[in-house]
């Protein structure tokens, strides 16, 4: 490791607001909760049975006449893997932090970790637009804490840079709360949570870029602990710089093999000297004090081929059953022969060494055994997910393609399932391509359904294999896909929609499915 200790017609006005905001990067949030171990609670299992239970985001949900307040959509999951209970979580909930207001966005990020180690999960929801006092667009996060009876409860913080104990200052359009993500920082027991703000001002220049980290406790979260990174922080590579990002996108897990967390960011705006490319993926190795412990780095210019916003998705898991973390970077920006935008994979094997230009594989619709091929704006790898979806203990990766043609149906969107293996990580030539033409995947193909904006994985009937995601918020209302898997081949697929989890059916603007667990 380097210097280690040193409108679009079907997808929703929201959708097309969450597009211009994609100018350089997915709107989706990656974070991979490091293995949890007692007395933590697996992530996203919030009333604490052993079942992870499904958290959809609905950032375009209108509450009391506001449109685009937003919503969690809560499911409990079983042994039987079928949904339950169901409910919707607002800032309009009893107990819930804050109000809702039109624009809020509540619900276009979510994570899920055990702050008070308290065995039942909790969640961090992101709404990134909502306005602090008459600041529009400033951010907020809530945090709703997991119990015997779920999220359904008054354990509730508001999180935004007007709290007491967060640094900052509340400036319009920064949009903290924009990505998030949970994993022991610290190495206390208890898991943290980090907070990106891509747009933030740091050391005076505009969208450089933050991450605040809160530190969990006994009693939860505690605002008082939290520190502020960016790039003039110690350990931390590089200089902050307009339009950088940093925190962009990003992921907790034990990169290097220690035992101990690290934070990866995708910094998708940083430029590289001496070149046209941009996009770095900085890790930031634990244990955190007031600053990471030592870093690493790879630049965009440093690999051929990734160097248009690189970073704009990340997904952290072990691809080749090594010791370590392997980090894959979606580049959904990046040129594809001749076809702009038809978006790229890269996925760096980590060693004791770090990450490395050497040992990196690149994927894209050229790549032989994977179906399809590059049209521009494609934007294959524009969301991330991974986990074992085929029981052999080594994880696989589910990659989203958010605007995918499909025969005429421009923006009808797919995605694919990559399986790891041993030696050689993730095979090209076994994966399965998904979409809403595919025999037996639910839904009719139609233009800007926007399957494969979002991708996931969750373990909902506790067994151990993760079942792989697929959000299109552009369908109707808004859909998720299930999807059961074996190496090579789709078992089965479900689709939901908030009627089938016996929740109102919603609007056309509410973009069910924009956020997923991962």
């Known amino acids: 490791m380097k210097r280690k200790g040193s409108q679009l017609p079907t997808s929703t006005k929201w959708l097309a607001a969450a597009a211009g905001l994609l100018l350089l990067g997915g709107v989706g949030t990656y974070a991979l909760v490091a293995g949890t171990s007692d007395p933590r609670a697996e992530s996203f299992d919030f009333n604490g049975d052993g ?6 985001g609905l950032p375009g949900d209108t509450l009391g006449g506001d449109p685009n307040a937003g919503s969690v959509a809560v499911a409990t999951g079983s042994v039987t893997r079928l949904i339950g209970t169901s409910y919707l979580l607002n800032q309009d909930s009893a107990g819930v932090a804050g109000a809702p207001e039109e624009g809020d966005s509540f619900g276009q990020a979510l994570t899920s970790g055990d702050f008070d ?37 008054d354990r509730s913080q ?16 920064e949009i903290f709360g924009y990505s998030l993500a949970t994993g022991d920082l610290n190495s206390d027991g208890y898991d943290d949570l980090a907070i990106g703000q891509p747009l933030d001002s740091a050391n005076g220049k505009p969208n450089a870029g ?9 009693s939860g979260l505690d605002m008082s602990t939290t520190i502020s990174i960016d790039q003039l922080t110690a350990n931390v590579p590089g200089v902050p710089e307009s339009d950088d990002r940093f925190g962009e996108q990003i992921a907790i897990g034990d990169i290097d093999g220690d035992g101990k967390d690290d934070l990866v960011s995708g910094t998708i705006g940083e430029q590289i000297s001496r070149s046209s490319d941009r996009g770095s993926i900085h890790v930031l190795l634990g244990p955190f004090t007031d600053a990471p412990a030592g870093w690493d780095t790879i630049n965009s210019a440093d690999v051929d081929g990734i160097g248009e916003f690189s ?33 790229r994979l890269a996925v760096f094997h980590t060693s004791a060494d770090g990450l490395s230009p050497a040992n990196v594989e690149l994927i894209d619709q050229d790549t032989p055994g994977v179906a399809g091929g590059p049209e521009p704006e494609d934007y294959f790898a524009a969301d991330l997910a991974a986990g074992d979806v085929d029981g052999d203990e080594i994880d696989d990766l589910v990659v989203g393609m958010r605007s995918e043609a499909i025969g005429s149906a421009t923006g ?35 233009e800007d359904d926007h399957f494969g904006w979002t991708v996931g994985v969750l373990d909902m009937n506790g067994d151990g294999l993760a079942e792989p995601l ?44 924009i956020a997923l667990p991962k």
């Open 158 to 173: 508001s999180v935004h840079e007007d709290s007491a104990g967060i640094p900052g200052t509340v400036v319009k359009d």
């Open 210 to 218: 933050t991450v605040r980290v809160i530190f969990g406790s006994v």
């Open 117 to 153: 180690a308290d065995g039942y999960a909790d969640l961090a929801v992101g709404a990134p637009f909502e306005a602090v006092g008459e600041t529009e667009g400033a951010g907020y996060v809530t945090i709703q804490y997991g119990s015997g009876s779920g999220l359904i409860n």
């Open 412 to 446: 009808s969107g797919a995605a694919l399932v990559l399986f790891g293996n041993a030696t050689g990580g993730l095979a090209a030539a076994d994966s399965v391509w998904i979409d809403q033409d595919v025999t037996g995947v639910p839904g009719v193909v139609a």
């Open 51 to 56: 079942f992870p239970d499904l958290a959809v």
């Open 470 to 513: 697929i959000g299109a918020p552009g369908n109707s209302h808004g859909t998720v896909t299930l999807l059961e898997m074996e190496r090579g081949s789709m078992l089965s697929a479900t689709a939901y929609s908030q009627a089938d989890l016996e929740l109102e059916a919603g609007s056309g603007e509410d973009a069910f499915g």
């Open 311 to 343: 970073g704009s998705a990340l997904a952290l898991g072990n691809f080749n059953d090594d010791p370590y973390l392997d980090v894959a970077v979606g580049v959904s920006d990046q040129k594809v022969g001749e076809d702009g935008a038809a978006g």
